[in-house]
């Protein structure tokens, strides 16, 4: 790097333009904020007829509230994604839980969006006071007591009054700031497959609770899907070496009837993790998303807990910007962590449970489960509470 670089200023600087950090960037800037945003990999372009993305997420109606006030959900709403009406859940396919929009008075529970398409919506969105620094990462951290410096693998010199991490679960900004982690590997992992349906556009997601880990469909726009598959880590990693036409033999094999005669498109893997930052800043740098927790995908809730990290965080530096008061305060990101690591917490502890419920054969087990879908399915009030869990309803 040439030493007689001068550096630039901006208020704020965010490294990984993802979903989550591209999110906050929008948000700071409308509100008048000037933002660094350094990402490796800019979105592509949408095409219409381009195959589905394997990366989906299930975002619920706070989150998609959000979305809409930044004005990216309107954009997305062009390209692709699909609402759902209904939330299946069963072990057996003869006793479905069902949770409906219909019961909490929405038009619907959510939608499955393609991540990629989700971050273009976010980056179309962008004004003048997103500078991007892409394609480009970060290789140094310097703090002081008002500010902090980034370099970039370009050369380039970033001052901010503070920096968010948004990079992801390996966060490397996390690393660079001294902020450890605890968590764990699960021994399962995940397969998820694009498949097309013999049906038409469907408007319910379900998830099958096994022995060996659950099964879940998430549907498409048109006759598409997403089919998810948790499994040992062995055997996941067997599936996803077969052809397309060997996986759909396997998924028929093992899917309940509910999936129909599904034929893979494609299909990727990856394992289940766990992991909680110990803090959620550091000086200078502030934590948002997968760099400060990932979750078991459970219930596909993990954007959406990024999404609220990503709210809450906006808002304080906002209101201190508008007050005129330091937006990179120990005293902000103090009540930042406080607010949210119980509730990302709660939420981990929460899938965990439901791990460790579903996913083993003990016989105590099995019927402690078995008893908790009968009562799930006897009791509206329950079904309720848990559909106003499922949208993020506070």
Not at 92 to 116: M, R, Y
Not at 198 to 214: E, I, K, L
Request: aromatic share 8%; hydrophobic share 45%.
């Amino acid at each position: 790097m040439n030493s007689d670089t001068p550096a630039q200023h901006f208020d704020i600087s965010i490294v990984g333009g993802g979903m989550v950090g591209a999110a906050i960037a929008l948000a700071l800037s409308q509100a008048g904020l000037t933002v660094a945003l350094i990402e490796k990999q800019a979105p592509i372009e949408f095409e219409a007829d381009s195959v589905p993305d394997l990366r989906v997420s299930s975002i619920n109606l706070a989150s998609e509230a959000w979305l809409t006030k930044l004005g990216a959900w309107q954009l997305l709403q062009t390209m692709r994604l699909c609402p759902y009406q209904r939330l299946q859940a069963f072990e057996h396919p003869a006793s479905i839980v069902t949770f409906d929009a219909a019961e909490v008075k929405n038009s619907h529970l959510g939608h499955i969006v393609e991540n990629n398409l989700l971050q273009l919506a976010l980056w179309q969105q962008f004004c003048t006071r997103v500078s991007r620094f892409c394609p480009d990462s970060v290789i140094a951290l310097n703090q002081s007591a008002d500010g902090a410096c980034l370099t970039l693998d370009s050369g380039a010199q970033l001052n901010s009054a503070l920096v968010i991490a948004a990079d992801g679960g390996n966060s490397q900004l996390r690393q660079l700031a001294g902020i450890g982690t605890n968590g764990w590997q699960y021994q399962q992992a995940c397969l998820v497959a694009l498949v097309t349906t013999p049906y038409p556009q469907q408007n319910v997601t379900w998830q099958q609770f096994t022995p060996t880990g659950p099964k879940a469909f998430l549907p498409l726009p048109g006759q598409q899907g997403n089919i998810v598959w948790y499994d040992d880590a062995s055997r996941i990693k067997q599936l996803a070496a077969l052809t397309p036409e060997q996986l759909t033999l396997e998924l028929l094999k093992v899917f309940p009837p509910q999936l129909g005669k599904v034929e893979v498109v494609n299909s990727s893997w990856f394992p289940l993790a766990r992991m909680d930052a110990n803090r959620y800043y550091s000086g200078r740098v502030v934590l948002a998303g997968d760099a400060a927790h990932t979750i078991n995908p459970l219930a596909g809730q993990g954007v959406n807990l990024g999404f609220a990290d990503g709210k809450l965080l906006t808002e304080l530096i906002i209101n201190a910007y508008q007050q005129q008061q330091d937006i990179g305060s120990q005293t902000l990101f103090s009540t930042y962590q406080r607010k949210r690591k119980p509730a990302n917490l709660l939420m981990m502890s929460t899938m965990d449970g439901f791990y460790q419920l579903f996913g083993n054969d003990i016989p105590p087990l099995r019927k402690l489960r078995q008893l908790a879908l009968t009562i799930a399915s006897r009791s509206s009030a329950l079904k309720t509470i848990v559909t106003h869990f499922a949208v993020g309803a506070k």
